[in-house]
């Protein structure tokens, strides 16, 4: 299996994402959407967007982990976050992707800024897909 990450000389060159993700010779993984959620399924950090993208991010590595991939496997992530602030989230989910995300194999992204989610108490929400072997 082969994922080749494509920057096309047309587009502007991102910081924090890949625009094009072509897998080959794999099989895909798909990811629910993961909440601020712990394994007891009590909501982390009411209020707190930094601890929830934490708890997210964590969920994700351990649905990665299980179906037998890492976050160099990740070609797609989908973040929906509540009431969309630029100054206020993007850094923190620039924080995360730098703690999770292998450098040199970011993900395709799309970020929405949304009305809310299933529970009020989240405040932020990352599916994804994953190529495996």
Do not use: C
Not at 41 to 60: H, I, P, R, T, Y
Not at 91 to 99: E, F, N
Request: zero cysteines.
């Amino acid at each position: 299996m082969t994922i080749e990450r494509i920057q096309p000389a047309s587009l502007h060159v991102p910081a924090a994402y890949t625009h094009v993700a072509r897998v080959t010779g794999g099989g895909l993984i798909f990811i629910a959407g993961q909440v601020p959620v712990d394994a007891a399924g009590e909501v982390v950090g009411k209020g707190d967007f930094a601890a929830q993208a934490e708890q997210v991010f964590s969920n994700l590595t351990n649905a990665l982990t299980a179906a037998g991939a890492d976050w160099s496997k990740v070609v797609k992530i989908v973040q929906y976050i509540p009431g969309y602030n630029a100054e206020l989230h993007r850094t923190v989910l620039g924080d995360m992707r730098r703690k999770y995300m292998v450098p040199d194999q970011l993900p395709v992204s799309t970020l929405l800024g949304i009305q809310s989610l299933a529970n009020p108490d989240f405040l932020i929400e990352i599916d994804a897909i994953a190529a495996v072997e």
